[in-house]
């Protein structure tokens, strides 16, 4: 029984969408017969792309474009795409008698044919791949049954005003050309039309900014020559909008109608947006068609995560190893999970050739039902058919679970390891596997093909990391390396915000010759190599194609480019351009632990998409580069992205993502300190509640290493983040003076001058009143002026204090600050002494018990009170690690050895700890390269024992 619940296809128009949940969809159908003049669709794509992409609502957008069309073809694009915005680019025969250089126009020859059958039309091509018209009648009765989602019709081709008009009774907006236009004119009018609409422009306004912009490229004589239709009762094209955020309704008032993903209703959880990597200006630029000249290929349906009911996913993804020995129709498969001591199941199935046809016809003619088909077979062909004896072994296996009956792919999500020799079986793309009408992708399956007996162990990718691109310049004429270059770049920055444009130039290198590679390698350690160029097959086995340092290019094997590669590099990606598959049989890629590559021969745009974004998952989500590479079939649902294969030598990958914000400074006020802290915080509260008290007094003596000078940077920082709503605490940092002869008077001074720059005759209390007036608060908030007179001896820029500085600075909060306070403002005095273990010994004793038998007026005086705060003392690891899961960019899985090498190197000291940490956050180092530092066990201290049985008494 299905778990899909459908909905059929609303009947409701199409119209203004402001900011609806499915994008307005254009279909581009292009015909260029080779017998007709050459036109510059894939430019006109481009433009039309870019602009969509630099728009303000240009994600309402969705364009879609077919090539070569034929006139069976035109129907089924139709019933596909289901399209609000239909766009022709080509030829009309009508044009064929104005035989101008760069016009959109037919040839002479087909011209004739065409004058003998009667009217003419558009220009499509016939099954032998010569030039046919397409009767305007067929054409206007076959958009007549759209008629009640197709709002608009483009039609970018010579002398098409007549169509137009026709066209014009049944569809809202049609455009028509008036005669001949030159095809610069043409792709200007296109580009700027839709980038008028994804700016939220009506079809008015944007079908003459569109002639404007013919008018600026090519002159005043060609911008009349597009005519713009509407249909005789219809919306007004003045008021009309496909995208926007006002209301704008149309005449109407129709709401848009579903796309063709809609029929598909998502469980909860499953997304419903997909996640890309941000658009730059650059992806834009790139060349439209791939490498079979079709638009790319989207696996529709593509429905999400399924709901499970038997069981619940577990949350970590268990690996299961299918290890697969041909012989030859048939195949002889073993499984092995994790954990499991021998085989799980072993079976034979038979097909491989009728898989391998398979796959070709979807290579042929790339099609997501084809794909579905193709996923199906290969699930049934590697475990079997669900009503077959023992299909659920493996599954119930997985699961770990003898009392689950009946169990499937759906109930597990496992990173699937396929142990391939045979080099047809290595060609297939296992990533499709599907079963019934779900993907296994969707269900978190990921595949790979572990070419290595021994993988290894753990793989680390640090983060920022160094990336290579070799992107040569002799490409096939579906590649542009400039504009993807521009795309990886703009990735990665993206990707590391605190490294910033400048500093990935530092991460980043071009090569486009093998030399140049040669001579990166040699002073480099790339982390990732990302391949963009032309490949083929040389003797059976793969060769890339590279600039030579003068002209000309040379084609290098990719054996030779993965031994260069081999122990320098974690992961190759070959984003590749080639007439027929990439096999990699009869090459060795255990040399890095992983390899990417196409299954299938095309590239283009759609590669282009898929490589940009699999960088983006696997560096700002922090995904391994195979389930970053799933996740971009699952996002992207494309074909290009599904067929992609990884060959990987890893039992274990991490990826460390960059930190997003600046954690630098942190440590220094945020390490440690919880007793001081609390305490601070505690009579802070105090102290605004009490009814006499207005004046308190703070010392805290601690030693040089424990670093005195910051603490009140860091208790400040404590009161800030969490001290009580109901107080307002405002600080004042005024350094205690160097000379400290009538230190009293000074204390004075300062607080006149300095803090509260008294005018003349003015007392303190209203100063004071005065000075906190200034300060916002919420009505009810007490307001507490903070005076902080830092810190003083060894190690400060102060000089120690003697026992009656000590003293004088008490009796100032008492008799000075405790007799002019208002009685609506709270004072804290904060002083850091820093002395030795000895001088810290003797203040403690002088304000625990000396001045108070010896200055009863200081310690006793109603409106004034002092406090000593404990010693700080070493920085205990469960601070440590406390500070580095809240406040630092420490990976999770490495706060434990992180913790363990710093308590090891720092040996409790705050200053120690604190540098060591700043080095990370401030890119000196990585989290990795600290946690690599991890002492050996004999380096260790020797734990205590640990008995969990143990009685506590």
Known sequence: MSRWRSRSRSGRRPGVSGGADEPTRILLLAANPPETGRLG???????????????????????????????????????????????????????????????????ASASARARRR???????????????????????????????????????????????????????????MS?????????????????????????????????????????????????????EGGPSASQFRFAGEGDGASASGDAPAPSRDAAVTRPRGAAASRVEAPASPGRARRRAADGSGSSPARLDPFPGARMLRDVDAPSRRVTLD??????????????????????????????????????????????GALALRLGQALTRFVFGAPDEPGYDEVFRALLDRRGVSRAGPAHVPARCRLHLRDATLLSLPWALMAEGADWLLDDGWTFELA???????????????????????????????????????????????LVGRRGVAQHLELARAWSEVRRLLRTRKPDIVYFYGRASMTGGAPTLRLDLAGDGHEDIPLGELLDALGGRARALYLNTDSRRPLSLAQVDTSALPCVIAPTRPAGGIEGDAAGAQWLWMMLKQGLDPVAALQAVARERSTLRAATMCAHTRFDEWITDVAPSEDCSGR???RVDRTVQRAQLLEGIRTLASHPTRLVESVVVCGEDPYSMRHLGDLLYQHVHDFGPASVRVVRNRIPLPRERAALLEQLRALLREELLELEPGESVTR???????????????????????????????????????????????????????????????????????????????????????????????????????????????????????????????????????????????????????EEVETGAVTWSELARA????????????????????
């Open 41 to 107: 669709v894939e430019l006109e794509i481009r433009d039309i792309r870019q602009f969509l992409q630099q728009a303000t609502y240009g994600r309402q957008f969705e364009l879609r474009s077919e090539f070569a069309v034929r006139p069976p073809d035109i129907q089924e694009h139709i019933l596909r795409h289901r399209p609000a915005i239909l766009h022709f680019s080509g030829h009309n025969v009508t044009a064929a008698e104005r035989a101008r250089a760069g016009a959109r126009e037919f040839s």
């Open 118 to 176: 009667g009217p003419g039309g558009l220009i499509i091509r016939a099954r032998d791949d010569s030039a046919v018209e397409l009767p305007p009648e067929a054409l206007r009765a076959l958009l007549q049954q759209f008629s009640d989602e197709l709002r608009c019709v483009v039609l970018n081709a010579c002398e098409t005003h007549e169509q137009a008009e026709a066209l014009a009774g049944s569809i809202d907006f049609v455009i028509g």
């Open 179 to 231: 005669r001949a236009l030159d095809d610069e004119a043409a792709i200007a009018f296109s580009a700027s039309f839709y980038r008028a609409l994804a700016f939220g422009e009506s079809i008015e306004r944007a079908f003459h900014l569109g002639r404007n912009a013919i008018a600026m490229v090519v002159g005043l004589g060609e911008h009349e020559v597009p005519r713009l239709f509407t249909r």
């Open 322 to 367: 299918a290890i697969g020995e041909r012989d030859g129709d048939r195949v002889v498969w073993r499984f092995r999970a994790r954990g499991q001591p021998a085989v799980v199941r072993a079976r034979e199935a038979t097909g491989v050739q009728a898989l391998l046809e398979r796959a070709r016809l979807l290579h042929a003619r790339p099609d």
């Open 451 to 497: 070419r290595a007996a021994r993988p290894r162990k753990s793989v680390r990718l640090p983060g920022p990391c160094a990336v290579l691109v070799i992107a040569p310049r002799a490409t096939g004429g579906n590649l542009d390396p400039v504009p993807h270059f521009d795309d990886i770049e703009d990735v990665l920055t993206r990707a590391w915000p």
């Open 667 to 669: 440590a220094r006020l």
């Open 767 to 917: 100063g004071i009143a005065r000075k906190l007036a200034e300060i916002p608060a919420r009505q009810g908030a007490r307001k507490l002026l903070w005076i902080d007179w830092g810190a003083v001896g060894p190690g400060t820029k102060s000089p120690a204090l003697q026992v009656r500085d000590l003293v004088e600075w008490l009796r100032f909060a008492a008799d000075e600050l405790g007799t002019h306070c208002p009685r609506s403002v709270r004072i804290l005095s904060l002083l850091s002494i820093s002395a030795s273990a000895r001088g810290c010994a003797r203040i403690e004793e002088y304000l625990d018990d000396l001045i108070p038998r010896r200055h009863a007026s200081i310690v006793f005086s109603p409106s004034a009170h002092y406090t000593r705060l404990p010693r700080p003392g070493a920085v205990s690891k469960r601070d440590l690690i406390d500070f580095l899961d809240k406040y630092s960019s420490c990976p999770k899985d490495l706060i434990s050895p992180v913790s363990t090498v710093i308590n090891a190197r720092a040996a409790g000291s705050f200053e120690a700890v604190v540098t060591a940490i």
């Open 934 to 953: 991890l002492p050996s066990e004999s380096e260790r201290e020797p734990a205590a024992r640990y008995d969990e049985d143990e009685l506590i008494q």
